[in-house]
């Protein structure tokens, strides 16, 4: 794990860390980095300054409050489904004229005299002239005129570094030819970026014969019709007149229209305008990933199979396409430009390392990048490098992939010892990504460990280091680790009411996962509520609660059974574990304190209601709470609509829940649909009442029901494909559409599996297909569905048909 480089940290063995801990020795006089004390979470007690020198700080640059990000919600409580928001610096835009740590130098004064200021006075004189406050019309004037003057001054720059570099490729005679060529180029492709009277170019159609052709396939067949003179003439104005008319199919014309070879000063300037130009993340994920490939594709066709050297690429073009595309073709960009031996600009490198760090796949590559930076004397506490370092740090692996031979070539530790090494000093930020890295690998207790050692030392540790090392010990399942997670919490000074409920769903994961594991057929009731119940009232008020359930709960207090009265009590008598693990801890840690009732908040309500209903057995009595539920959340006049709130903060969390509960049992297929229906409805009322223009539409009541979210749509079409109904699951998936819902792996891996279980085999082939069109690569999940098929080698068949059956149809395209 990262115990070799906490060691190192403790010892201080390098003269850096020895020099930069005496520095911070004398900032420990000051209370703020006094020692973290080990008093109750709860009590109120003075930190007493160490006389110890802290050594974790020469490692650790703290910020001040201001400089950290936005904290999270304190109410935001992890559940087993919603997504952690990652909280990562991002890459600023960087200039490659430009280093990233230095700035356009000044230059000396030629003749030795002192420079003078705005006012004619020399510089370094004393002046008291007041200033006169701009205009703001004036201001913003004259600040666009100075970008107007930067930008053409750096296009002057490259169109004089280019002719510069292509001028030595014709011989002396054909010289002033190539520079007419070249200005007239150049003017043209100005008019374009700055377009004045369109109307009044003649070659403004000229390329419309071939770009409104469908594929490169055949804009190549007709260009290929004309004779190489004719081309050679036509190609200036041909691919103007796309990237004025139709920009986005520049890239395929300039494919197309390599026959003969045009110069590579055009071909250069065509790449960087038709990149800045990319609008990826307006597209769909099918569009997305079938216009990064097609990019993937021109760039190999320029990298490789053009002659070396003839296109001088610009470090911006290759800047934005590692921005822009997704981080799998990024790194196939990366790997031509490392095959064709161009030589990169640091800035560019950073993009890519950038692009990179962002998928686990390529880690070790954006790590590798950033190594031959460091090792080039790069400061790596830059905010620029911090950040990509920052990035690569956090892993974005959830702990199932199918396959983890590229993923764990990866190690966050050894990243943090070399980047330590060579003098980088972790903020917050970089620190907590490398803690969640831990975490999603399974070592929770050096996860636990760090951050305690960091608040020994003085550090101020912020929420969101507690909450990523409370979620790792909740997933970890082991109360022992949950109990170690409630000391970062008082290191962090996190909200007493957010730890109690962090402690309090912990009692709902782990009995939700233990569930699972047993495998336990459906229904999936849980003893819950009883035992959370008699925990939560010695720490929040009832009557909050109490408003939103049908029960009498003081009445539940006072049952003997440990499951509380009959309703929530099913079949058989089983042993749970979670009853003895989780459950004494988060009843110890509720009895410590004074004992002072705290106000629930709406994550402390929706943790107690879920647990409500999965206590729940008997189809009534959970139709019975929807039916209370709904009518609470349709009460206008309460003083205090807690349902109201509750569905406000946490969105659909009841209803899904609600939804689950009731798809696990077949009588109750149609009151889901309800629900369902009830959310669909009450989503449709705001559409509604933009489009009336009559005063009835203002009269109508306000939506009350929460909107449905892709995680509604999956888990009705998982239980709907469960009970056989292919056909309205498919109705469903249609509905998320017209909801302008993607569905994400998830939805495709429940379709798949529905499928697979039916053993449909084309269904099962088809939906397969149809996640690799939407841009999602097969996980663990897509191969266990897929296993569910018990003719396998009949379904491998029938996907190699598919696909040679689309080969040729390309293949017949082409020659068309």
Known sequence: MYRACCTRLESSVTLAWTQRAAFLAQRQRHTRFGTFTTSAY?????????????????????????????????????????????????????????????????????????????????????????????????????AQDQTKRKTALNKKKTDYLQWGYIRH???????????????????????????????????????????????????????????????????????????????????????????PLPPG????????????????????????????????????????????RHVPLRQETLGVLAKKLPSDQAAEIFHLLEQAGLTLHKNTLLHYASALA??????????????????????????????VITTLLHSTHAGDGWSKSE????????????????????????????????????????????????????????????????????????????????????????????????????????????CRE?????????????????????????????????????????????????KFRFGPRREWEFKHTILPVVDEFFESGDGAQQKPNSTT??????????????????????????????????????????VKDQGSVIHDTLILAMLERRSLLRPALQVFGDMLRDSMKPKANEDAKDELASTEEPAVH???????????IHGLMIRGEKMLAEQVLQVLREHNLEPNIVTWNTLAKGYASMQNLSQTVGTLQDLEAAGFKPDVYTFRAFARLKDQTRALETMERIIDTNKKRLEQDQSR
């Not at 430009?98 to 020399?122: I, T």
């Not at 990523?468 to 970890?476: E, L, W, Y």
């Not at 929460?706 to 009705?716: C, D, E, G, R």
């Open 169 to 259: 490729q014709y011989p002396p005679e054909e010289l002033v030819a190539a520079r007419q060529r070249f200005n007239f180029w150049k003017r043209k492709l100005d008019n374009i970026m700055e377009p004045k009277n369109p109307s009044s170019w003649p070659w403004r159609d000229d390329g419309k014969w071939l770009f409104e052709l469908e594929d490169t396939s055949s804009m190549r067949k007709e260009w290929e019709a004309l004779d190489i003179e004719s081309r050679t003439k036509q190609w200036p104005t041909v691919m103007l007149s796309t990237l004025h008319n139709c920009p986005d199919k520049a890239g395929q014309v300039l494919e197309a229209t390599m026959d």
């Open 518 to 566: 047993k495998k336990y057929l459906a229904p999936w009731v849980l003893p819950l509520f009883a035992p959370m119940l008699k925990i939560y009232a010695k720490k929040f008020d009832l009557k909050p609660l109490q408003w939103l359930v049908p029960d009498t709960l003081p009445l539940i207090l006072e049952q003997d059974h440990e499951d509380g009265p009959e």
């Open 605 to 646: 309500l929706g943790i107690m209601l879920r647990a409500y209903i999965k206590s729940l057995n008997r189809p009534y009595d959970i139709m019975s709470f929807y039916t209370f539920f709904k009518t609470r959340l349709e009460e206008r006049d309460a003083g205090n609509n807690w349902a109201a709130d509750l």
């Open 407 to 514: 993923e764990s070539s990866f190690s966050p530790q050894r990243a943090m010892e070399f980047f330590l090494e060579h003098g980088y000093s972790p903020n917050l930020v970089s620190f907590t990504a490398l803690v969640d890295s831990l975490c999603k690998q399974g070592d929770i207790a050096e996860a636990i460990r760090l951050p305690l050692l960091l608040a020994e030392n003085g550090a101020n540790l912020d929420e969101r280091c507690y909450t990523t090392v409370f979620r790792g010990a909740k997933h970890s399942l082991k109360a022992s680790n949950v109990r170690q997670a409630l000391d970062v919490a008082k290191a962090a000074n996190a909200p007493y009411v957010d730890v109690l409920n962090n402690t309090l769903h912990s009692i709902f994961y782990f009995a939700e996962m233990e």
């Open 358 to 387: 962002r998928s686990d796949a390529h880690k070790e590559t954006a790590y590798e990048i950033l190594r031959g930076i460091a090792e080039g004397g790069t400061d790596l506490n830059h905010p620029t490098v911090a950040s």
């Open 706 to 716: 929460p909107a449905p979210n892709l995680f509604t749509f999956s888990i009705l």
């Open 265 to 308: 000063f055009a071909i250069s300037d065509v790449l960087f305008y038709y990149t800045k130009m990319l609008r990826l993340e307006e597209l769909s994920p099918r569009d997305r990933c079938s216009k990064a490939d097609e990019i993937v594709e021109l760039a190999a066709k320029v990298l490789v199979d053009l002659p070396a």
């Open 42 to 142: 709860h009590a109120q007690s003075e930190q007493q300054p160490s006389t110890e020198q802290p050594q974790i700080l020469t490692q650790l640059r703290i910020k001040d409050a201001s400089s950290q990000p936005e904290a999270p919600n304190p109410a935001q409580v992890e559940l087993e489904f919603m997504d952690y928001d990652q909280h990562l610096q991002h890459l600023p835009t960087l200039d490659e004229n430009h280093s990233a740590e230095n700035g356009p130098k000044r230059r000396p004064n030629d003749r030795g005299k002192p420079e003078k200021s705005v006012s004619g006075s020399p510089r370094g004189t004393r002046t008291f002239r007041p200033k006169t406050p701009a205009n703001p019309k004036v201001a913003a004037k004259r």
